[in-house]
């Protein structure tokens, strides 16, 4: 089964702080993952996409085969960063972006 | 490039009442989904078009939702009759056929109160 799972559903730290928000999926085959970040009333918008091993916004994500997971990280955390993030699996077969249930940041001034 | 549009961006209707909601893809844009977004979880598919063709409709509750891609650009998501756990944001989707899903954009949503 295709699955994402996202077992932190709020995550505080304070400013400045090291932030790693954990994404484990479950897929057959060679899987394509991103994350998603939303902010308050804001559209769900594409944060990065672990092909492109870029780091955008100080984020970063290493796809690690071995232990199913994409957790996304950042050394220090500012209090823009406060959103709802979400892991996404896309599967190559069905076109379908499946996403976890969202893990929601707080940055503590 | 203009972005995927929704409307109406909010609805309150009654429980048993129909709700239609409605979007506007990317032009060219040949894949569109619509997604189920209810407060605390992540986005759920409910529908997707490739063109006007559906291709995957496995968790739409098809005894209430149904959607419609006419002409394989703008779509139409229906609930008829709504229940109070239809309460949720919808979003639509639209990427490029045959790309990778970094040409994936969502709307901002229509968020639906069923009271």
């Known amino acids: 089964a295709q699955r994402v799972t996202q077992p932190e559903k709020l995550l505080s730290v304070f400013k400045g702080a090291p932030v790693e928000l954990k994404c484990n999926y479950s897929y057959s085959g060679s899987p394509e993952l991103f994350w998603y970040v939303q902010y308050s009333r804001q559209r769900l918008q594409l944060l990065l996409r672990?092909?492109s091993r870029e780091s955008i916004k100080g984020f970063t994500a290493d796809l690690n085969k071995g232990e199913t997971s994409f957790h996304l990280k950042k050394p220090f955390a500012q209090e823009e960063d406060s959103a709802m993030y979400y892991c996404?699996?896309?599967?190559?077969?069905?076109?379908?972006?499946?996403f976890g249930q969202g893990t929601t940041l707080q940055v503590k001034p | 490039e203009a972005g995927v549009a929704q409307s109406p961006r909010y609805k309150i209707i009654e429980k048993r009442q129909s709700v239609a909601f409605w979007c506007n893809p990317i032009?060219?844009?040949?894949?569109l989904y619509w997604y189920q977004q209810i407060l605390g979880q992540g986005p759920k598919l409910l529908i997707q078009?490739?063109?006007?063709?559906?291709?995957?409709d496995s968790q739409l509750p098809k005894d209430r939702f149904s959607a419609e891609r006419l002409k394989g650009v703008d779509s139409t998501l229906k609930i008829q009759p709504a229940k109070l756990e239809d309460s949720a944001v919808y979003l639509c989707?639209?990427?490029?056929?045959?790309?990778?899903?970094?040409?994936?954009?969502f709307g901002s949503g229509t968020r639906l109160t069923v009271v």
């Open positions: 032009s060219g844009h040949a894949t």
């Open positions: 672990h092909i």
């Open positions: 996404a699996l896309h599967s190559s077969n069905t076109g379908k972006l499946i």
């Open positions: 989707a639209s990427s490029s056929a045959g790309r990778p899903p970094y040409g994936y954009t």
């Open positions: 078009f490739q063109n006007n063709g559906v291709v995957d």
